[in-house]
């Protein structure tokens, strides 16, 4: 019989610290979850042809952002900034992102886990304040972090 094997849907996710059962937040959107592996060109001897050697892989900061509706990123923030000040060792966690097919319960498997390793939040920001409208606040965090892990 045949299998479909349909493309993930962008809105199906949760999101958790490692080891922990419960989601950090219900974020709208995550972005910046990119790798890149950047070349050495070296031209042969007696060849015209240039090759392009791997020298080092590079990661950009993932950017988080929710309804700022708790304190649980902000507190994790204010710890970064506590260990800057006082510079003792940086409170480094492994952010979970559990993609779904269908929509996420606990009976569901992830159908893709990516773990942003040793992760830490380098900017936080809320959207603007306006009296004028009625509009959601947002809360935005970027995360710097040292790789991606597939599971």
Known sequence: ???RNDPLTSFRYRVRFLGEKEDIAGFSSISGLEMKIETESYQEGGSDRLLHLPKSVSYTNAVFKKGACDKK??????SVLDSVYTKSILPFKDIVILIYDSTPSNDIKPRIQLILEDAVPVKWSLSELNAT???ILFETIEIAFRSIRYE
Request: aromatic fraction near 24%.
């Open 133 to 135: 409208g009625n509009n």
């Open 73 to 78: 990123l902000l507190n994790w923030y204010k």
């Open 1 to 3: 019989m045949y299998e």
